[in-house]
């Protein structure tokens, strides 16, 4: 396995679903960090794919510009999954307890996951899942900064440095045969972390690991 039981722990042991229970419609980075994801997005995803935004909420961030044929959507947030209007279509389910995807094998051109993998106790499950579903050819998009809910981040995220928790990410995918090599997008924030702890933040750092269904 790839991590061991202490590495998944939460501080917050509690049914995630109960975390999650009222809406926040709020954005979890900032506005350079978004517009960041949504350019990666509009050069990496094809018009009219098959999108499966993975632990998504009321935003997608994906391109305006681009119109897909289909949008599935998952989260914890049934009103939040409500308000998004990029989903065609979406479900509630909690991946800690139940990792399997209600979804057809190869029936996806791309995967995304917006600053939410901190969560996922079960990687090698999760991204067993993505494969599956990923038609060959596909990829996967795993974006996220260095917020998070710390009491619902896995302990393997909260005790990693930003550059640890990127090869996190990659030992998830090669941790499932049938991915390319991962392929790591970076853009730090530019303000030394000194002057982030006093509010004077330059940007959220941006982070993607990207590969994609070799077989």
Known sequence: MLLNPNQREKLDPSNDALFY???RFV???DEGFIQQLTDLYRDRLKPNARIFDMMSSWVSHLPDDVQFEHVEGHGLNAEELARNPRLN???V???NLDPKLPLSD???DAVLNTVSVQYIQYPEAIFTEIHRILKPGGIAIISFSNRMFYQKAIAA???ASESDRVNLVKQYFKAVPGFSQPEV?????QTPAIFQMFGLSGGDPFYAVVAARID
Do not use: A, C, G, M
């Open 157 to 159: 995220w909260r005790d």
């Open 93 to 95: 389910r909690n991946l």
């Open 89 to 91: 279509h979406y479900f």
């Open 21 to 23: 229970e009222s809406p």
């Open 185 to 189: 997008i970076t853009k730090q924030s």
């Open 106 to 108: 190869q029936s996806f």
């Open 27 to 29: 954005t979890h980075v």
